[in-house]
């Protein structure tokens, strides 16, 4: 069990620094259908009854509705299962780190103010206290798994809702800040790696058609954020009219559909293109081990390619987890952190090189000749 400790003062830094050298559940690779599916989450946005929105809440409200929520949180059965760290005292690598991390979002780490982050120590279960929303849920698995994500996090939010008055209109639902989400407050969202469906040119195409379903596609961090390293989310749009388990359910019957389409791009690619998709493989996997400077979206870029060469039969000798891993420990704030001192862009991308060189001598991956 974690530190159960209210944060106070400097002790959330402590937690980090205890987070920099664990591996969060989801970046195992051991879930369902996980050689394309990073991982399934799923949110609930919940606010407190009788307090303004977070955007409309003076500073002295905001701080109240985070006191109000680290207590009650403590008290649940959940709560004692969680660390807390105080959000706003942070420094902003230990923001941007948690970021990284898919503990927290963009918009909490950027936000002003009194907020937090509750977490267990599997990394499963967030808590953000004062996000867009005073509280956000979020529970998140290896592979493809809504259905035990749904499980898991309804169970979190039973054991809050018996501890904190919800703001619930009888007839519109969960009330919350953003129209999109009144209703239920649900997002599911599953993270894909589909390098495949992006060499043979069909991605733009399937994700016109998840359009037209109200799905939305987004980045590698969510809301606003660019795909990189062929990874996308896909999530329900809008919660209104409909109940969590059809939207669930909406999410879980597409995402067999996806993966099919990029498993057969990947044989079509084995199949038809042999010598091309070998020759990306070996450079990605050449240039990470041999370059001298590299960014964040570059690196990203090459472990795609490793990651599907690694599942194609080409490379033998690494694991796709170590690869999962390698794609949050190559960003700013995480390489910042298991260095121990902030770098500037220049010096990050000498690091990040020299880190990953270390890694692949250290685990001796062959590019092998294909099947």
């Known amino acids: 069990m974690m530190d159960q400790q209210h944060t106070h003062g400097g002790d959330g830094h402590e937690k980090i620094e205890g987070l920099t050298d664990a591996v969060g559940e989801w ?3 051991t879930g369902p259908e996980s050689d394309i599916v990073m991982s399934s989450r799923v ?3 919940r606010n407190v009854a009788h ?8 500073d002295q409200e905001r701080t109240e509705v985070e006191e109000f929520l680290r207590s009650q949180i403590a008290q649940s059965p959940v709560g004692q299962q969680l660390a807390y760290i105080n959000v706003g005292q942070l420094e902003e690598v230990d923001r941007q780190f948690l970021v990284e991390r898919q503990l927290i979002s963009r918009e909490h780490a950027e936000a002003e103010g009194a907020r937090g982050v509750a977490i267990d120590e599997g990394e499963q279960v967030s808590l953000m206290i004062n996000e867009e929303d005073h509280l956000r849920i979020q529970c998140m698995h290896s592979g493809l798994d809504l259905p035990g994500v749904w499980d898991q996090i309804r169970q979190v939010d039973d054991a809050l809702e018996a501890v904190v008055p919800y703001a619930f209109h009888p007839r519109w639902g969960f009330l919350t800040a953003c129209p999109t989400n009144v209703g239920t407050g649900i997002r599911v ?8 469906l992006v060499i043979t040119r069909q991605i733009d195409k399937v994700f016109r058609s998840l359009h037209k379903i109200s799905l939305a596609v987004r980045g590698l961090y969510g809301e606003g954020s660019q795909a990189m390293g062929d990874f996308y989310q896909i999530s329900n749009q809008t919660t209104l009219g409909k109940n ?11 995402v067999p559909v996806l993966i099919e389409y990029e498993r057969r791009a990947r044989d079509y690619l084995v199949r038809e ?3 091309n998709i070998h020759d990306q493989v070996s450079r990605a996997i050449g240039i990470l081990r041999t370059a001298q400077t590299i960014s964040a979206e570059e690196t990203l870029q090459h472990l795609s390619r490793v990651r599907m060469g690694v599942l194609l039969g080409l490379i033998g000798d690494v694991k796709i987890s170590d690869i999962n891993v390698l ?3 190559t960003q700013p704030a995480h390489l910042q952190k298991l260095r121990g001192v902030e770098l500037d862009s220049s010096d990050r991308n000498i690091e990040r090189a020299r880190y990953l060189r270390q890694h692949f001598e250290n685990a001796d991956g062959d590019v092998t000749s294909v099947n």
């Open 27 to 29: 970046l195992k690779g």
């Open 189 to 196: 969202s599953v993270m894909l790696h589909l390098p495949a």
């Open 43 to 45: 949110r609930l946005a």
């Open 51 to 58: 307090f303004p929105f977070v955007s409309r809440a003076t």
């Open 273 to 275: 293109s042999q010598l």
């Open 327 to 329: 794609l949050v420990r």
């Open 244 to 254: 969590e388990d059809e939207l669930v359910g909406q999410v879980s019957d597409i």
